[in-house]
């Protein structure tokens, strides 16, 4: 199992910017793909963007392509998810999640099996 810690969320303006970070622990080498997914009040848990550990490639919703960037630091076990120009509908809580297999545009929460607390993130008008 893996362990995963969120940190970086908080209240921004409208067109600001966040970095959020994801520190993994335990089996960290089954962290195949990590993910960014977001859940704000009354709706589903949504896909932001995911990575592949090994090879760097990179997968994003096309609500936030061209304004968020995955990207990880292998030698910390840490995802980062750098947003930038954000937006009201942004406010949410943010999860990072782990999957153990291979996968090259799974979006679906269900394909993912080690989930942090969350941070919240809000953007206001």
């Known amino acids: 199992q893996v362990q995963l810690i969120e940190s970086g969320g908080g209240l921004v303006q409208a067109g600001g910017s966040l970095r959020l970070s994801c520190a993994a622990s335990g089996r960290t080498f089954s962290a195949y793909v990590m993910g960014w997914f977001r859940q704000a009040p009354g709706k589903e848990r949504e896909f932001v963007a995911h990575?592949?550990?090994?090879?760097?490639?990179?997968y994003y919703a096309d609500s936030v392509k061209g304004r968020f960037t995955i990207n990880r630091d292998n030698a910390k076990n840490t995802v980062f998810l750098q947003m930038n120009n954000l937006k009201p509908e942004d406010s949410a809580v943010y999860y990072c999640?782990?999957?153990?297999?291979?996968?090259?545009?799974?979006?679906?929460?269900?394909?993912?099996?080690?989930w942090g607390q969350g941070t919240q993130v809000t953007v206001s008008s």
């Open positions: 990575i592949r550990r090994n090879t760097g490639s990179t």
């Open positions: 999640a782990a999957r153990d297999q291979f996968c090259s545009q799974c979006s679906s929460p269900q394909l993912f099996g080690s």
